[in-house]
Each structure stands twice: as structure tokens, then as C-alpha cells.
């Protein structure tokens, strides 16, 4: 089971950046996760195995949009109009139970490595 996250890197305020998660299998759900210095683990956005249905935080809804390559077993985060608190470790996470929209960070099983974004003002 291996999740490689790749994408990041250090933009302006409004900027755009692309990540993406390679999955070395099909999960039942994968999501983005980020984490800010000294704060915990939050979720960002959350797609299901056919790629059907995206759910978002609040924070990012209507900026960010999940998708997924099924074919491919790749996750991707489209991130618009970014801003200085996007910053943050992001991390793909994946799922193999049915959960109800799953945003808990102990749902997910299986993490990847962090990829860094940071936002300049």
C-alpha cells in the first residue's frame, strides 16, 4: 500500500497549484488532508472510488476542486485563489471501509507522505 503525493511548492496570494497522489491500489475513498505548524490534522476534500461524489471543507469549497483518474488509481487537488492560510503540509490519505462521507483523520488508513504549500502575501 503506497500513497506518493507530489505538487507542491511556494506561490503568491491568488496563485493556482495542481497535486497529485499516485495509489498503488483502488480505495473505497481517498482525501486531502493538511496540516499548518502547530495545528492538527484537517480535511480539505474527500472524493469516493468512482469519482461520483467530491465533499469539501468549507474553507476551500468553491476554490478547490477533487478529482479522480480511476484508471489510474491518482488523486488529484485543483487549488484556485489561494491564500496565505493554505499553507500547510498537505497529505492524500485513503480509505478501504464504506464511510458516510468520511472527514475523520482515523477513517483513513493508509497516508502518503506531505507535499509543502506555502502561500506568500
Known amino acids: 500500500v503506497q500513497l506518493q503525493a507530489s505538487g507542491g511548492g511556494l506561490v503568491q496570494v491568488g496563485d493556482s497549484l495542481r497535486l497529485s497522489c499516485e495509489a498503488s491500489s483502488g480505495y473505497v475513498t481517498m482525501a486531502w488532508f493538511r496540516q499548518a505548524p502547530g495545528k492538527g490534522r484537517e480535511f480539505v476534500a474527500g472524493?469516493?472510488?468512482?469519482?461520483?461524489?467530491?465533499y469539501y471543507d468549507n474553507s476551500v469549497k468553491g476554490r478547490f476542486t477533487v478529482s479522480k483518474d480511476s484508471a489510474k488509481n491518482t488523486l488529484h487537488l485543483q487549488m484556485d485563489v489561494l491564500r496565505p492560510e493554505d499553507t500547510a503540509v498537505y497529505y492524500c490519505a485513503a480509505a478501504d471501509r464504506r464511510y458516510n462521507y468520511p472527514r475523520l483523520v482515523d477513517r483513513f488508513a493508509y497516508w502518503g507522505r506531505g507535499t509543502q504549500v506555502t502561500v506568500s502575501s
Open positions: 472524493i469516493n472510488r468512482n469519482g461520483g461524489h467530491a
